[in-house]
């Protein structure tokens, strides 16, 4: 567990407090979230005229608080790669260590603000925060640790090979063990016990193949392949999604290019509808080399562009052609500014740490008000997951049980290049 460090570290600058301050703040103690309440607010006066006593009675009734506190308390372990260790006398991050650092930090803070605000509402939560230090051997050490092993729910270690060392340890209470941020198929563990909240690559192609399958009139898709091994899983998922929706009525016509040249797919495509091309490579080059010619073809075919849902983090990528190409996109990591909810958020989350949320605060707040909400209404709740859909600030969860790999959550959203920036299908 993270311990208070009374050391002064190395280097001096803001980072380096915001990690001394969550040493001294998620601290040896294993803070308890202490709920509060809130009076019930006055309800308007009668006209008619009660007894002196019922009056005084009715009075002590305004006063009880609206939410009663909870007589049990529920035990969440987080499990970060703060690397504290760093902060000795002698020791530095890295560059790599230091962006760990921070993302445990980050992630901390929107975990603990959504348990924060669920205790308002008269639920109870020991926190217990521990250093996993992005170290499998640590990992596996504190798998072993009766605190975390007696907790409820246990959250990370963040990493995959963190979650690999920890989940080789028997886990004989079966409790629920979160893989907050990796999108690493479930298959990589195949735990019965793990919950993989970032929907995995298998349902962006399954999500994929429906928005192909839902929209195609031509009963054609074209995929264009660099031909490295990496697109494999994608356009298996895909294949696999599209003949079991379209009950094998699409045809699948894949291309190798080479150089950008579309030319033997030339006789196959139609003026008169979409003509759909999925493209699952992430390599720049080739992405670039294929739009420019996709973008020459659309002179003279419609074209609609489904493509890898990595092209959303791709700077390179000009939105003006993307749209042009009437490309779409799958994504679960996606947050609406504009929305009244996320407003809220974001300002509590500067009056609380005074900076600004990251994606892992995000994040980490839907995570931390779905399975705190669960938790406050009893922990059999663990066991339904399927039961309780949720609809967060960066994504929506719905999850479905796999048999030897546990929870995974499959909701996966589709986003269009529209106004020059991406905008969700509804």
Known sequence: MISAQNHRPPLSGNKWLLLLVIAFLAGACSPKIRPVSKPVPDTATKTTQKPEKENKDKDKEKAKPENKVSDRFSTIALILPFGLDHLNPGAIYTAAGLKKASLA?????????????LT??????????????????????????????????????????????????????????????????????????????????????????EFVTSKNKTKKVFILTSGYSDERDYIRYFKKGLDSLSKKKIKIIPLT?????????????????????????????????????????????PVTVVGHPNWEKYAYLKADLLQKLNTHITSADRVNYKAATTITFVRAYRKTYHSEPSDYAIKAFDEGLYFGQLLADGTDNLKKLDDNEFTGLHNSFSFIKKNGQGWVNTHVNILKYTNFELKQVE
Do not use: W
């Open 120 to 209: 308002e509402q008269g639920a109870n939560y020991k926190l217990q925060v521990f250093d996993s230090k992005d170290e499998p051997a640590t990992s596996h050490s504190l798998a072993l640790n009766p605190q975390i092993r007696s907790s409820d729910l246990i959250v990370g270690p963040v990493f995959p090979d963190g979650i690999k060392s920890f989940i080789t340890v028997p886990n004989p209470a079966n409790k629920l063990v979160l893989s907050p941020l990796s999108p690493a198929s479930p298959l990589t563990f195949k735990n019965p016990n793990l919950v993989t909240i970032i929907p995995p690559l298998e349902y962006h192609a399954l999500r994929a193949a």
């Open 105 to 117: 930090l980050d992630y901390y803070r929107g975990f603990k603000l959504a348990l924060d605000s």
């Open 257 to 301: 290019v080479v150089r950008g040249d579309l030319k033997p797919i030339l006789a196959q495509l139609t003026k008169f509808d979409q003509n759909f091309f999925l493209i699952p490579s992430t390599k720049q080059a080739f992405i670039q080399v294929t739009l420019h010619s996709l973008d020459t073809l659309s002179r003279r075919f």
